[in-house]
């Protein structure tokens, strides 16, 4: 596996890990969460589209994710997240009483 500032994340069923880079600010090389969304040009944005959008894009694109949860915000509140290499088909939705996850599905 490949570590990244002391983290690995590994996919259920994958051999392989994920890369995640803990980065100090986006490259402004990268498309904004905001103008991805206005590309696809809703007429009436929801939240969900948002979610849909980096579910999607997420499978073909290297992305910066932001974490919101305390402990993983300490550690590496932006990081550099490459999920293109990974052999898996999407993303299954799992819910709690409290949050919902996403989480690859091979």
Same mark, same amino acid.
């Given at each position: 596996g490949n570590k990244?500032?002391?983290m690995e994340m590994r996919l259920p069923s994958e051999?392989?890990?994920v890369n995640m880079d803990k980065i100090d600010f986006v490259p402004p090389i990268m498309q904004s969460h905001r103008e991805l969304l206005e590309s696809l040009k809703h007429e009436h944005l929801k939240p969900m589209h948002g979610v849909d959008a980096f579910l999607q894009h997420s499978q073909h694109r *290297?992305?910066? *994710?932001?974490f919101l949860d305390p402990h993983n915000a300490r550690q590496m509140p932006l990081c550099l997240v490459d999920f293109t290499e990974a052999d898996w088909m999407g993303w299954v939705v799992r819910n709690t009483s409290h949050d919902t996850f996403f989480e690859p599905m091979r």
């Amino acid at each position: 596996g490949n570590k990244s500032h002391g983290m690995e994340m590994r996919l259920p069923s994958e051999k392989d890990f994920v890369n995640m880079d803990k980065i100090d600010f986006v490259p402004p090389i990268m498309q904004s969460h905001r103008e991805l969304l206005e590309s696809l040009k809703h007429e009436h944005l929801k939240p969900m589209h948002g979610v849909d959008a980096f579910l999607q894009h997420s499978q073909h694109r *290297i992305v910066v *994710i932001k974490f919101l949860d305390p402990h993983n915000a300490r550690q590496m509140p932006l990081c550099l997240v490459d999920f293109t290499e990974a052999d898996w088909m999407g993303w299954v939705v799992r819910n709690t009483s409290h949050d919902t996850f996403f989480e690859p599905m091979r």
